[in-house]
């Protein structure tokens, strides 16, 4: 398995833009494994959801509440995944959290707070 480690989340008003980082640390056979990524959020007193998710080769599903708002991506080094969230709501407060897919294991990182708020 990896450690992900999750950063960028914070407080910013509506209509505005954050972008969280998850970097997947570990072996290199580990991470070479991993054939997807997977973004998480869990509001409180909600069920955690999928908000969106990346496969190795690079294609991409979205919740249909971030569709045109977010973006996910790969870092150069294919051990980070980025999550762009533009346009954002109060109702994208949450805490965030990276999830790395593998055939045999996966793995979640702590998660990073997003407050959406005037």
């Known amino acids: 398995q990896v450690q992900l480690v999750e950063s960028g989340g914070g407080l910013v008003q509506p209509g505005g833009s954050l972008r969280l980082s998850c970097a997947a640390s570990g072996t290199i056979f580990t991470i070479f494994t991993i054939n997807a990524m997977e973004w998480y959020r869990q509001a409180p007193g909600k069920e955690r959801e999928l908000v969106a998710a990346?496969?190795?080769?690079?294609?991409?599903n979205y919740a249909d509440s971030v569709k045109g708002r977010f973006t996910i991506s790969w870092g150069n080094a294919k051990n980070t995944v980025y999550l762009q969230m533009n346009s954002l709501k109060l109702e994208d407060t949450a805490v965030y959290y990276c999830k790395a897919n593998a055939p045999a294991w996966n793995s979640w990182g702590q998660g990073t707070q997003v407050t959406v708020s005037s």
């Open positions: 990346i496969t190795s080769g690079g294609s991409t």
